[in-house]
């Protein structure tokens, strides 16, 4: 091993040419071809099992009651937690998800995601100074969620709600991010349009006031 | 088997083995082959000190699989029992955590050395290109090691991972759900997190360690580079089999020994750093309801932590996405690219200067994530006092104006007396900067990074506000004045 560098592979005997097309060789091939369509066959329910959390997304959102609608006084915004829809016994803590409700006049909520908008962070709310602040990389957000200073690229992510028999219901279930519905719903007192493509994935809530955090849709 | 009945049992008991598995030929083989003189040198012991060390990961690691619990309600408490309940469980512990972060830094020194000693180029450019795919599968060690450690920061950082793959255009959806096992963080994401970090990665880890090694012994280590020693694909290996014959000396021990004391010296640092500074974590529960946490990621990950937070917006998704498939495609071209020519560092400038460039990038990016000036302290407004030379001789107003400062968060952002959020500038002296009129705009306004305080602060707060900044200046400096204000009065 230690002569030539790569070593030099020992010359193998040349099998005699009757043995290439001999009936072994032929079961041997088969044999090959056999396991081959095996493991085709074996494989295709692997990939099912592991592509299966995808093929199940449709099951991960629902309708939960947040409470009582007149439970959230107006004018506040405040941290609720609700256990996520789609859970297992061995979640533990993890099943629980925090988030915000907003109700800016009575009658009138929006219930805002508790990451940050920008890498997912938990985002704290400042009543004091009417601020959503994140401890990650420092992105800050108005009392509307819209964004006030930072990183992110849009304002906080917003769970469609109704109300039902002066119930609260969000419809919820899965992490938020810019590639699922979190991101289609409108941005926070967006008044234009959003724009299409490549460029709404990079900046999809437009400035819409001249000066934000001066007008009334950002005050608490 | 007449040879058998002679010697001592012990002889006996070898010959019987050896007479049947046959090992001793091409262990033999191995340990006998002549390297170079030159590669004799303690520049050479990191390769070794590596798969020492991940050795001690996998035995480490199976040591604490005993006991750890792969179930998000129960892997926090699981981890809390090695370190509190079981003897010596939190040494363990600190020994994988420790032993994590020893292997990734001498794996990168093992990277820097041999790329500094172009040991990449021809005949061992696939021993390069595997070593790249080891250093991935290293930092995804590091990183799943990070969850398993199934605390709030390891909840977080794979939130922010979550965030990173949804960021991914058409399949960032799939993307996310796959990587979680689901639509949020919870049980299933820690099982195959856990499948990743003790099956997947380190099986896959193993078999490239095996046939990297095999390559070495099969090709030879590299020799020592020599201005002016041009690689030649027609010459190299001649002259190769030249420097290791004429001039070599056999591996065992001529090389090995430096490469044992490197090994033990390694070993013992991580037991001592394990034994002085304990294991890590785990920290708060991985309750995501607590939103009261401050989470980071591990020492090696602080840098992508700091570019992630400077970078600006709108640059963010193509940088996350594009730079490190780049990254890693330059690595891997890069034995196809400089494959033959100069390998010692006195002539390949570039190189030397980009793995400088490297080490103070990483190193500033590092230091920065340590103390993450860009994050509002998410406590200054209600712990850090205002500084009471700030409150001397002041108006009733001015020191309302105090209050309102702390009151409305302003701290988190902004340093008094050293103390408070560096996101924004130090007020210390802020008066001197701006004048009436401009700090009334900058608080209701807002404008560079800081948010508009308009819709947040009564017309009462914002005067006694801009009455307390203007009283920040030193005593040997005015307030800045409006030069316009005191023409208009004439």
């Known amino acids: 091993m230690d002569e030539k560098l790569p070593p030099p ?132 957000y108005y009392a509307d969620g819209s964004r006030a200073s930072g990183p992110p690229e849009r304002g906080l992510f917003t769970y469609e709600i109704k109300v039902e028999n002066g119930k609260l219901m969000i419809k919820a279930g899965q992490v938020p991010t810019l590639s699922n519905r979190a991101a289609n719903t409108p941005c926070p007192s967006a008044t234009e349009p959003i724009s299409p493509g490549l460029v709404s994935r990079i900046a999809p809530c437009p400035p819409t006031t001249k000066d934000p955090g001066t007008n009334a849709s950002t005050i608490g | 088997m007449s040879a058998d009945h002679k010697g001592p049992w012990y002889k006996r008991v070898y010959d019987w083995l050896e007479q049947r598995v046959q090992l001793e030929g091409p262990i033999a083989d191995a340990a006998l082959h002549p390297v170079p003189r030159s590669t004799a ?103 799943t090691g990070q969850v398993l450690r199934f605390d709030q920061d390891a909840y977080w950082g794979l939130g922010i991972g979550v965030s990173i793959a949804g960021r991914v255009p058409i399949i960032g959806g799939a993307l996310v759900d796959l990587l979680m096992g689901g639509p949020v963080i919870n049980g299933a994401t820690l099982t195959r997190f856990f499948a990743l970090h003790v099956f997947v990665i380190p099986g896959t880890l193993l078999a490239f360690t095996a046939l990297h090694v095999w390559m070495v012994l099969k090709l030879g280590v590299n020799e020592w580079p020599m201005p002016g020693r041009i690689v030649r694909r027609e010459t190299y290996i001649q002259e190769y089999n030249q420097l290791a014959h004429k001039d070599g000396i056999p591996f065992v021990p001529g090389a090995v020994w430096k490469d044992l004391f490197f090994s033990a010296a390694i070993l013992l640092a991580v037991a001592v750093c394990a034994a002085i500074f304990g294991p890590y974590g785990p920290k708060g529960v991985p309750d995501p309801a607590i939103i009261n946490t401050v989470p980071k990621p591990d020492f090696f990950f602080l840098w992508i932590y700091t570019v992630l937070s400077y970078l600006p917006a709108n640059l963010e998704t193509p940088f996350i996405l594009i730079v490190p498939i780049v990254a890693i495609a330059i690595l891997l071209a890069l034995p196809f690219v400089a494959g033959v020519g100069e390998k010692s560092w006195w002539r390949r400038p570039v190189a030397l200067f980009t793995v400088l460039f490297l080490a103070v990038a990483f190193s500033q990016l590092t230091n920065l994530g340590t103390y993450t000036p860009w994050s509002p302290q ?56 701006l004048t009436e009129d401009q700090l009334y705009r900058q608080v209701l306004l807002g404008g560079g990074n800081m948010p508009a305080y308009g819709s947040a602060l009564s017309p009462a707060e914002t005067t006694a506000l801009v009455r307390f900044l203007e009283t920040l200046h030193p005593d040997y400096q005015q307030p800045a004045t409006d030069a316009s204000r005191q023409v208009a009065a004439q």
């Open chain 2, 378 to 433: 998410m406590n200054a407004w209600s712990s850090a006092a205002v500084p009471v030379n700030f409150l001397r001789n002041r108006t009733p107003l001015e020191r309302q104006g105090a209050n309102v400062l702390q009151e409305k968060q302003c701290r988190n952002c902004h340093a008094l007396g050293g103390v408070g959020g560096m996101r924004g500038p130090a007020l210390d002296s802020v008066a001197t900067r």
């Open chain 1, 9 to 140: 592979n020992p010359p193998e005997p040349s099998p005699p040419e009757r043995e290439l097309h001999s009936r072994r060789t032929f079961l041997m091939n088969v044999g090959i071809a056999l396991n081959a369509a095996v493991a085709a066959a074996i494989a295709t329910p692997v990939v099912v099992y592991l592509i299966g959390p995808v093929l199940r997304r449709k099951e991960y959102r629902a309708w939960i009651d947040l409470g009582n609608a007149c439970d959230f006084p107006a004018g506040e915004t405040k941290l609720i937690t609700f256990k996520n829809p789609f859970t297992d016994p061995w979640d533990g803590a993890t099943a629980n998800i925090p988030a915000y409700v907003r109700c800016s006049e009575p009658g009138k909520f929006t219930v805002f995601a508790i990451n940050c908008a920008h890498l997912g962070c938990p985002v704290r709310w400042f009543a004091e100074s009417q601020l959503f602040m994140c401890p990650c990389h420092g992105g800050v």
């Open chain 2, 41 to 143: 040198s303690w520049w050479y012991v990191f390769g070794s000190a590596s798969l020492t060390l991940l050795i001690l990961q996998v035995v480490t690691g199976i040591l604490l699989g005993i006991v750890y619990t792969p179930s998000a309600a129960h892997a926090w408490d699981s981890l809390q029992l090695l370190n509190h309940s079981l003897p010596l469980g939190w040494f363990l512990r600190a020994m994988h955590g420790w032993g994590s972060n020893f292997m990734v830094a001498v794996v990168l020194i093992h990277m820097a050395q041999v790329f500094l000693f172009g040991a990449y180029k021809f005949p061992r450019e696939l021993t390069w290109i595997l070593g790249v795919f080891m250093l991935l599968m290293t930092l995804g060690m590091a990183f």
